[in-house]
């Protein structure tokens, strides 16, 4: 299969990107090239696709089900409450409507944390995205739960080969506060053994910084480093209450972070993550916009836009990330955390790419596209996503649209119905 793009702005410049078996193939003036299907892009800006490292995506059915709450009474008293009450229909139906909403976003690959995987493997599939899927681990300290989970994810580990190529096995503990030490040096050694990614909340909250040291001497990252959690295959979510000697530990192991600045501000974690320090330690730092019930939406472009204001407010520096690092954040870095070769228009590259249409208000005049991408458009902007050289989107309509929006109304109706 060949998908030939003719007249993108790549770079600034007009050019054509010819896209071969999954991959970018060619990028410049192709006058002789034929392809299996043309698309004429001519005011339309090409741009890689963007990557949500942090996630959960069926939670689209809890979408405006329990805001303006605190982060732990949230948790205890709404999410874990109507979790419980979830299917695997549920969750392929919700993950569908969260594949729909990052497709119409130009967001083609997300890292995904939540129950019954199974209903998400087959959302993704069949919506044609990339993932990372995880088996949630919560154990609280119970040790015949903590052995059931161990096996289910031996058997998820298992089944993936037989999983579209495009979905990725990762080990899923939930945070420190939730799984046990035993589960969690569990997690160290069958990550180690077997070559998986590690995705985990850590330092989200002060509390949990408190209550770590109360519980193990240590804060959370010394932790995770002393159970062996701390390696080049581990993806943290927020990050936001890690000290100097803490980051140290963090660039030196090659630990990954997922930033959710919209999550963060929504749920009042009362800190900013210390993007500078991150980075001034070489730390890679991505992007996710964690799940609808805690942001409300998946929109990375908005999530570009928190980023970057949250820096700027939190540390009075006007400079501390700007919109073309925020970008980055969206799209190389995360394909890099995932140790995937995308993320950019290169030729070799994963065929995964957005265009952009130039002829709107909020893009107009058009002086700096980075800047129009973080601070003044919308995901509305975004007319066409290509993933895997296949078109998901064009003209900003995903075909079966409208049945996965009715689904999405129908199945969250139990939710609904018990919403304050």
Not at 72 to 83: D, G, R, S, T
Not at 185 to 211: G, Y
Not at 236 to 248: F, G, K, P, R
Not at 273 to 298: E, F, H, I, Q, R
């Amino acid at each position: 299969m060949s998908l030939l793009i003719r007249n993108a702005a790549v770079n600034g410049t007009t050019q054509d990107i010819y896209l071969k078996e999954g991959l970018i193939s060619k990028i410049g003036t192709l006058q002789s090239f034929d392809a299996d299907e043309v698309l004429d892009a001519q005011g339309k800006i090409a741009l890689p696709s963007f990557f949500n490292t942090h996630t959960h995506a069926a939670m689209t059915l809890l979408r405006g089900y329990a805001d303006d709450m605190f982060l732990q009474e949230w948790l205890e008293k709404k999410i874990w409450p109507a979790e419980a009450r979830l299917s695997e229909e549920d969750v392929y139906w919700g993950a569908r409507l969260a594949c729909l909403e990052m497709i119409k976003s130009g967001t083609t690959f997300f890292n995904d944390m939540y129950w019954f995987w199974q209903g998400t493997a087959r959302a993704v599939t069949e919506m044609g995205l990339r993932a990372a899927l995880s088996i949630v681990m919560i154990d609280m300290g119970d040790t015949l739960k903590a052995r059931e989970q161990f096996r289910l994810n031996e058997e998820f580990l298992a089944m993936s080969t037989t999983l579209d190529p495009k979905i990725l096995c990762v080990l899923g503990p939930h945070a420190i506060y939730t799984v046990s030490e035993e589960s969690l040096r569990w997690c160290a050694d069958f990550s180690e053994k077997n070559s998986l990614m590690v995705h985990i909340h850590l330092s989200e909250t002060e509390k949990e910084v408190i209550d770590c040291l109360n519980a193990h001497g240590k804060r959370p990252v010394e932790y995770l480093h002393s159970l062996g959690l701390l390696t080049p295959r581990t993806i943290i979510a927020h990050a936001v209450w890690v000290n100097d000697y803490e980051i140290s530990l963090m660039s030196e192991h090659g630990v990954k972070v997922a930033h959710n600045p919209v999550s963060n501000m929504k749920l009042a974690v009362g800190s900013a993550m210390p993007y500078g320090k991150l980075k001034k330690a070489g730390v890679t730092v991505s992007l996710g916009t964690d799940g609808c019930s805690s942001n409300n939406n998946l929109d990375m472009m908005e999530s570009m836009k928190f980023a970057c204001l949250l820096q700027k407010f939190h540390s009075s520096d006007c400079c501390i990330l700007p919109a073309k690092e925020a970008f980055t954040m969206a799209t190389e870095s995360g394909a890099k955390a995932f140790g995937l070769k995308a993320g950019v228009l290169d030729e070799g590259s994963l065929g995964d790419l957005i265009l952009l249409d130039d002829h709107r208000a909020d893009m107009t005049p058009g002086h700096n596209i980075f800047s129009d991408i973080a601070y003044s458009a919308s995901s509305a902007a975004v007319d066409t996503v290509v993933c895997d050289g296949k078109i998901l989107m064009r003209d900003g309509i995903v075909p079966g649209e409208d049945e996965i929006i009715s689904k999405g109304k129908e199945y969250s109706r139990k939710f609904r119905l018990s919403s304050p």
